[in-house]
């Protein structure tokens, strides 16, 4: 099974906590043993606002590590982060919150992994369970 990477997991395998970098990296490596790894378009972008991290070094780095990029962002994906979204907003709006704190890109990786039926690998697990029923999600 193909396994859709969340921007939080690289960010701690490239973290300096020494502790949640091995857990990152032998996260990685029981997905691998389960498929392949893919970047969905939205995580590369923000990885890109990690300091030290450019595209030269985004592209070497995935393809070192045999990690593809998905740039193709489909309408049911669009649709289903679209409706995911609303539904947080309204959500928030009646625990009396004024505006969404998630972003986009947050419920355009969800969706992408639903739509593609891919296994999530992220940090944020209770996020995606609650916006995205049915997801399948991997935590380390």
């Known amino acids: 099974m193909t396994t859709a990477l969340d921007t939080n997991v690289l960010i701690a395998l490239w973290g300096k906590d020494a ?26 972008a923000e990885l890109m606002a990690f300091p030290g991290r450019s595209a030269t070094f985004l592209d070497a780095f995935l393809k070192d590590t045999g990690i593809s990029v ?24 009646k625990q009396g919150d004024i505006g969404p704190r998630r972003i986009l890109a947050d419920f355009l990786i969800g969706a992408y992994a639903l739509q593609k039926h891919c296994c999530l690998l992220t940090l944020d697990d209770r996020f995606f369970a609650i916006s995205f029923p049915g997801l399948e999600i991997a935590r380390f």
Request: no cysteine.
């Open 19 to 44: 502790t949640t970098s091995s857990a990152a990296e032998a996260a990685l490596e029981a997905a691998l043993r389960r498929g392949p790894l893919v970047v969905p378009a939205p995580v590369f």
């Open 70 to 93: 998905d740039w193709e962002l489909n309408d049911a994906t669009w649709r289903t982060a679209g409706l995911a979204f609303q539904t947080y907003a309204e959500r928030r709006r």
